[in-house]
């Protein structure tokens, strides 16, 4: 009986061992993919003294051997100044990051920003101000094939909107 | 004897399992490589693949505050209802009335009733299972202590909406964060359109209508919602439709997309102001009551 018991337990205890291991694995994959604590603390300081946070968007991109692509839509209030800060130090590689004031689908949308064209404020840290009131902005994300090792990470959008006098 | 016959079989049990895991572990492990040749076409984008960025509820109660519109005691969902809210949804819906709530007493002065809306939030919160949202300091003892800080006050509530954006995001949850903005949206409207202010005041009417252009985003967050056909989520879904139906008859919008329209040129009569109120107060009546 008492072997049964101890059968039992090592058959158990192994189970539990491995599904141990695998959740440890997964959670210790899913950190590394992307450090948002640290992200958003450092966007939280971009933002002082002028800027409440407002919202913000982590998306996990997996780098595959065809283009990708991603758009975000993004309501905004005529009459607020917005900062809009990209983080993409938890990315493996570059990504293109624009933004327009139409959809994708649109014939006649313009474009507003383009990480191409401006200078990093850090490494890897992008700042966008609009400078004429809108009701809608949409990030696009550009993500280029790879090849070999599927690489994994994120990228996060944060916004700010200024402090006014109530 | 029985030992003999025992090892056997937890032996092969055993070797199985770890057969079994290391299997299944280097499948994972094959998946993480792919083949060599890139692909140059160019990716279709279907529009549900959008992903939607809320605003802040704080926001949306900061712009109403600076266009005119003051305290009204008894608008907000009453306090003590927070412990009728039993379903999941119900408790999602509510924990957006009670966030929106929270802002709307910060914001003007409200200080013990501040504390009472913070607390429902929490309650619902764990309920929720966010819980980690409060707990990562002392929330109430740093709550109270800057009570008589409006500044400090409203950091705090930026910082929890930070957190809970953070805690969403990264436990796959993101999609009920169109749940409590919607619950918040229509508290906050619910609360701009009553306000005996509304109709008469012209920056709270053209803030009202502001807010009334962002439907479009609302609605087609709570389509691609997983329980979209949880009876809540189909009334607000019809309700809201119903709504942005009437909107986009208003005489300003007419034949022209909302992002062309500039706020000057929003000009709305009182009975474009009583439609969207009693659409928004049916609506918040069903979130509150559920």
Known sequence: MRLIKYSFFLSFGTLLLMMAYAFSEKQQQSGSVCNSVDIR?????????????????????????????????????????????FNTTSLPQDIDIEIYDKKYSSKSRTQLFNSKDVKEVSEGVYVFEPSKPMRRMYIDYSIPPTSGEIEKGCVIVTLGYKIKKL | MIVRRLIKPVGVLSLSLLFFYGCTNTTENASETQSEELVEEEVMFEEDDMDVVFPSLLQIATIFKRSGLDYTEGLANKPENVSQYESQMSQSFNFGVYSADLAYCVLNNQTQKSIL???????????????????????????????????????????????????????????????????????????????????????????????????????????????KDNTLVTESINALSELKTKVDNFAFVKDRPIEEIPLEEIVVTDQEVEVIATTIAALRNKFINS
């Not at chain 2, 003892?141 to 929890?160: C, G, H, M, P, R």
């Not at chain 2, 005041?201 to 009334?212: F, T």
């Open chain 1, 41 to 85: 603390k450092q966007s939280r300081e971009m933002f002082k003294p002028e800027f409440h946070y407002d919202a913000s968007k982590s998306t996990y991109i997996t780098f595959m051997n065809k283009k990708q692509f991603k758009e975000l839509e993004v309501p905004l209030y005529i009459g607020e100044k917005y900062k809009v800060i």
């Open chain 2, 117 to 227: 809306y913070l607390n429902n939030v929490q309650t619902l919160s764990d309920k929720l299972g966010l819980s980690s949202v409060f707990s990562a300091e002392d929330l109430f003892a740093s709550f109270e202590k800057n009570i008589n800080n409006q500044d400090s006050l409203l950091y705090i509530i930026s910082n929890l909406q930070e957190r809970l954006d953070e805690h969403l995001q990264n436990n796959e949850m993101d999609h009920m964060s169109s749940i409590y903005f919607t619950g918040g949206w229509v508290e906050a409207m619910y609360m701009a359109t009553q306000s005996s202010d509304a109709s008469k005041n012209s920056g709270s009417s053209a803030n009202i209508i502001e807010q009334a252009l962002i439907l479009d985003v609302i609605l087609s967050a709570l389509n691609k919602h997983p329980q």
